[in-house]
């Protein structure tokens, strides 16, 4: 079993509370814990943005009012995951300190407002932030209530000051140890850009540098490895005290690509996330639902265990250009979801809607009325019954999966500065999601991991548009497909290497030529709206975006192109190598292609039911400690769907047996075990 928080192995109900808003109001608190009680909500998030009120003045500590509402939460029986205050500082540190403050792009220094906006290299920062986590982890690690450090809040962006862009530099002289390496590697001859002295190496900038591609990735590189490095000083100030506490740091899920969180990762015991999906958006509610799972699953596959959703809204947000309320059921159902995925927890933003400034209108559990006689209340409270009736058989299971799709954040940030053969959109998330759909639409658990990741524990890998493979990667995808491994990779994947050269030579090994057997021999661009086509399996497929012109070496050709002075060639292409079966698909195709092909050339995958799944229903699979599958299932439609089962269940959340099959009602939802 895994256990994310040793003090309190049980799923967790609650989220961000805010009580140093509420100081002047005693009631308010008072009626606050009664309400959590009445939801229960067994565990809060507290401090995040509370350091005005812990250090009023520098060196000057407060800690009266967190003892007094720690105690009374701890006597509620509710627990505390306690938060490091660095994510918004006081006006007195920015007002006597402004190197703390963040340099811009265009290299003006920010004022003191917003939040998530310091300098992470800030040597003043950095011991500001010591200090406030000590005294912090010194007087609350051994309260009973307090399971896990939330460190921060949701890292992001960069600073240019002129320690970060020294810092920049020693980490380029340490990669690379010279500047003849550097410039090589940077491609830096191009246009005369040769660096003759490190100083004159600056982060890109609008202003300056946006044409050496190998700068801006290792800029990227370098503000993953800064915010690691103040995340684990962070890290090391809350364990000093008691290293048991299992720390994590909130995370804003797959499609925030700021950052690589599969090395923030690293560095933390948990992995959690906030996770806001635009349920009843006009796409429809199985298009999100499927793109939020895929998050929740590249959450889970970073530690390889279960996570948790540290927030999500109880209903609206406010920060969208329409907000719209979650409809009833919707909060159950994307909460069961979450789980579904590998989720042990439902949190929330917010527990008290704040009352004024920025988040006044984000709904929370207890709104302004103060009451529990409303509707997001109720559905709330419902959750955390059923998150009771849970605990006990899904906290600490696994979502075992034998396939995997690599997603690298490291490509990602390559892909998008490539200019290549199409500027107008590469739409690399798209390139995964429409893989990802086979998976999600038959009852297959999936795993979402990077190049690092040990690929050898799967039996299929899928690499989506996978443009930039690092150091290492192609030697072990070749000892995956030799082993017997099959692999899929779609177009204008194994482009560059680890710094952004293009591989050189036609069918190299270092692109797996010998693995795939073709060669790209050159790659047509298409309009929008435009398309070529395919025939496989008897279907016609439009093919669209970007089309590869193969040469073929070894391969079978499976389809081909159906027009342009390319057609008859191959589009889709399948290769032996050693005991495992290598395929390529050449061109952009849509997501119904995969789920026909993927579902031709995968090997036999474990899958939650055997059984035909509707679509826009998702079913996944836990498995406890003890072997016993539970079998989640989601109805994100409006309408009943009924599932058939091929044999007896009982669904846990409702008590009901399901003999042969199961009926949902719309946004409905299940969790079937075998008994
Ligand atoms: C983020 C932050 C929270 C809050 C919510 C609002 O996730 O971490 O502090 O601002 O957004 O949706
Ligand atoms: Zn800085």
Redesign the pocket.
Known sequence: MNVITPKFPQMLHGG?YDPEQWLGYPDVLENDITLMKQAHINCVSLG??AWSRLEPEEGCFDFGWLDDIIDRLWKAGIYVDLATPS?ARPHWLADKYPEVLRVWEDGSRAMFGG?HNHCFTSLVYREKVRIIDTELAERYSSHPAVIMWHIS??FSGDCRCPMCREAFREFLKKKYGSLDRLNHEWWAHFWSHTYTSWEQIEPPSYKGETAVHGLDLDWKRFVTHQTVDFMKAEIAAVKSAAPEIPVTA?F?GMYFDGLDYFELGEALDVISW?S?PEWHAPCGNEVIAMNESLSHDMMRSIKGKPFLLM?C?PST???RGISKLKKPGMHRLAILNAIAHGSDSAMY??IRQSRGS??KF?SAVISHTGTSDTRTFREVTEVGEMLEKLTGRIYGSSTPAEAAIIYEPQSKWALDKAQGPRNAGLNYFDAIQRCYHYFWANGINVDIVNENSDISRYKLVVLPMLYLWRDGFSDRLREFVKNGGTLISTVFSGIVGENDLCFLGEATEEKLSDVMGYWVEETDSLYDGEANSTVYSGREFELTELCEVLRPTTCEVLAVYGSDFYKGKPAVTANRFGSGMAYHVAANAPMEFFDVFIGDVAPQLKRALDTGIPAGVNVTLRQGGDGTDYIFVQNFLDTEQTVALGGDYTDILSGRSCSGEVTLEGCGAAVLVKE
């Open positions: 961000d995040i943005f994510g939040r809040n949701e909130n804003m906030d806001y927030e809204t947000t406010n920060w933003f917010q920025a988040e984000h």
